[in-house]
C-alpha cells in the first residue's frame, strides 16, 4: 500500500480548513494550522514536503505578513519543499513576493478544487523527482557500488552477491544479455577485493580474431611471429595481482579452452613462441551473454573449463525486469549528460516516463544510455518527450485503448493550445484564460511539447 504524502495546510479560517481537508483527505496526509507559530512549530517536527498556505494570513503585531514569514521560514529550514501559496485578487503584490522567495505556485481564491488537485499532483511528482534524484545522488558517492543505479530487488540481491564473493578470491562467471552491465558488476567485485589497489585487466574475447586472441592472452616472445620485434606481456601476466575479466568467454575457441584450462589449474603460462614457463597470480572473473551449458551439450564449450570458471554464477537481470530502476536509471543519465551538454533539463514529461516503462529494451542499460544521450541533444523545451527518446508517445493510441487519464491530457494539450493562439501568444493572458498561474502555465507547455512564443514587449518579459 502506498503512503500517502504529507499535506501541511495553513489558514486562519477552520470552515475553510474543514473544506480542504475532507476534499484532500484521500489523497493526502493534511495537518493543520491557524497561524505563524502553530504552523512553523509542527513543520519544524514534521518538515513536510507539500505547504498549502494562505498569504492573507493576519499581519504579525509590527505588520509583517506572516504567510510571506511562513514560506520564508519553511524554505530556510527545508529547501526543498514545494509551497503552493493561495491569495486574493487585491494581494499581487503578495504574490509577486512569494514567487521571489520561492513558492512553487500560486492559486487566486476562491480555490477551484479541480486546479487545486492539479497543481498538488504535479507538485508531489516533482518532490519525487528531486528525491529519487538525491538517491541517485548518494549512490554515486559511494565508493562501493559507484558506477551502479538500482533500488529493485533484483539488483539488490546482485549488490548482495557482489559483497558476499567481492573479498574472496574464487572465480565468477557473471551471465546476462547484453548490455546488461557485466563488466560493472566484475570491476565492483574486484573494488571488494584483497586485490583492489593491483591492476584490473578486461578482455573482450568475441572482439578479437581468434588468430591475435593467443597473443593477446598469453604473450609472445621476440621473433615468434612475423612483426614480432620484442618480446610483449599478454593481458593475463599484465594482470598480475589483481584480475583479469574475460568477457563473452563463451566466444573463444576450442584450441585455446585447453590453454585456458591449464592455466587455470596451474596458475603458470608460456608466452607465444616461448620455452619458459611464467607464474601468474591472478583473480579470474568471466562473462557471457550465451547460454554455456547448452555450448557444452553442442560440443562448443569445455565442461571442465566451465566449472573452473563458474565456482560462482552472478546472473544479471534485463532492463526489463529491474521495473523502476528503468526511471532512477534514466534521470541518472540525464544528470550526466545535461551536465556534459551544459543543458538545463528539468526530467521527463509523465508521457516519456509512460514510454520508458512500457519499452521492452533489447539493448537493456547501454540502449538506455544510448537513448538519453541523445534526447538531452536533441529536446528543445525543459522536459524531455517520447519523441526525443525515439519512442513511441502512449498518448496517441487507438480509441478502444485509450485510458481516462491519456484522454484528459489530450484534452489539455489542445485546450492550451487553442487559448495560447488566441491570446496571440501573451502568456499572462492564456494564464488568467485558463485559470491557473504562469509557471502552472510554463510546466503545461514543457509537458506537451508546445514552444514558448517569442515576447516581444518589455511587460510581458517581466511579468
Same mark, same amino acid.
Given at each position: ?50 505547504? $498549502?498556505?494562505?498569504?492573507?494570513? *493576519? &499581519? +504579525? /503585531?509590527?505588520?509583517?505578513?506572516? %504567510? ?6 519553511? @524554505? ?84 548482495? $552477491?557482489?559483497?558476499?564473493?567481492? *573479498? &574472496? +578470491? /574464487?572465480?565468477?562467471?557473471?551471465? %546476462? ?6 563488466? @560493472? ?279
Amino acid at each position: 500500500m502506498t503512503t500517502r504524502p504529507i499535506l501541511f495546510l495553513v489558514d486562519d479560517d477552520a470552515v475553510v480548513r474543514t473544506q480542504m481537508k475532507w476534499a484532500l483527505a484521500s489523497d493526502y496526509q493534511v495537518l493543520e494550522a491557524s497561524d505563524r507559530a502553530d504552523a512553523m512549530s509542527k513543520i519544524r517536527q514534521v518538515m513536510p514536503p507539500l505547504l $498549502l498556505l494562505d498569504l492573507g494570513l *493576519p &499581519s +504579525d /503585531v509590527d505588520g509583517a505578513s506572516q %504567510g510571506l514569514a511562513i514560506l520564508r521560514e519553511t @524554505l530556510q529550514l527545508n529547501p526543498v519543499a514545494k509551497v503552493i501559496a493561495m491569495t486574493g485578487d487585491s494581494d499581487r503584490a503578495r504574490a509577486v513576493a512569494a514567487f521571489e522567495i520561492g513558492a512553487y505556485d500560486i492559486i487566486e481564491k476562491p480555490v477551484q478544487l479541480e486546479v487545486l488537485k492539479v497543481v498538488l499532483q504535479r507538485a508531489t511528482y516533482r518532490s519525487s523527482l528531486e528525491r529519487e534524484s538525491r538517491a541517485i545522488q548518494e549512490q554515486y558517492d559511494s565508493t562501493e557500488f559507484e558506477d551502479f543505479v538500482g533500488n529493485s530487488k533484483p539488483m539488490q540481491n546482485i549488490f548482495g $552477491l557482489i559483497r558476499r564473493v567481492g *573479498p &574472496s +578470491d /574464487v572465480p565468477v562467471l557473471i551471465t %546476462g544479455e547484453s548490455g546488461t552491465g557485466k563488466e @560493472l558488476v566484475a570491476r565492483a567485485i574486484h573494488r571488494l577485493s584483497k586485490r583492489k589497489e593491483a591492476p584490473f585487466v578486461a578482455i573482450n574475447c568475441g572482439a578479437i580474431p581468434e588468430t591475435l586472441l593467443e597473443s593477446e592472452l598469453f604473450g609472445y616472445e621476440k621473433g615468434a611471429f612475423t612483426g614480432a620485434a620484442q618480446q610483449r606481456k599478454g593481458r593475463i601476466e599484465s594482470a598480475q595481482g589483481g584480475t583479469l575479466f574475460l568477457d563473452e568467454i563463451g566466444d573463444i575457441p576450442l584450441s585455446l579452452q585447453v590453454k585456458l584450462l591449464r592455466f587455470l589449474q596451474d596458475h603458470d603460462i608460456y608466452r607465444l613462441g616461448g620455452k619458459d614457463k611464467v607464474s601468474v597470480d591472478v583473480r579470474v572473473l568471466a562473462a557471457t551473454n550465451i547460454d554455456l551449458q547448452e555450448a557444452i551439450n553442442s560440443g562448443r564449450f569445455r565442461e571442465d573449463l566451465f566449472y573452473r570458471l563458474c565456482v560462482v554464477a552472478i546472473p544479471i537481470p534485463s532492463l526489463k525486469a529491474r521495473g523502476s530502476d528503468i526511471t532512477l536509471l534514466a534521470r541518472a543519465f540525464l544528470m550526466k549528460f545535461a551536465e556534459a551538454q551544459k543543458r538545463v533539463l528539468k526530467g521527463f514529461t509523465p508521457q516519456a516516463i509512460e514510454a520508458l516503462l512500457a519499452h521492452n529494451w533489447p539493448g537493456n542499460v547501454r540502449e538506455l544510455e544510448n537513448r538519453v544521450k541523445r534526447a538531452v541533444v536533441m529536446a528543445e523545451g525543459k522536459y524531455i518527450t517520447p519523441s526525443n527518446l525515439e519512442l513511441k508517445d502512449l498518448s496517441f493510441v487507438d480509441q478502444d485503448s485509450t485510458t481516462l487519464r491519456v484522454a484528459r491530457d489530450l484534452r489539455e494539450k489542445e485546450l492550451v493550445q487553442l487559448v495560447l493562439e488566441k491570446a496571440g501568444g501573451n502568456l499572462s493572458k492564456t494564464a488568467l484564460e485558463l485559470g491557473i498561474s504562469r509557471p502552472t502555465l510554463y510546466q503545461l507547455l514543457s509537458r506537451y511539447g508546445l514552444r514558448l512564443p517569442k515576447l516581444t514587449n518589455k511587460l510581458e518579459r517581466g511579468v
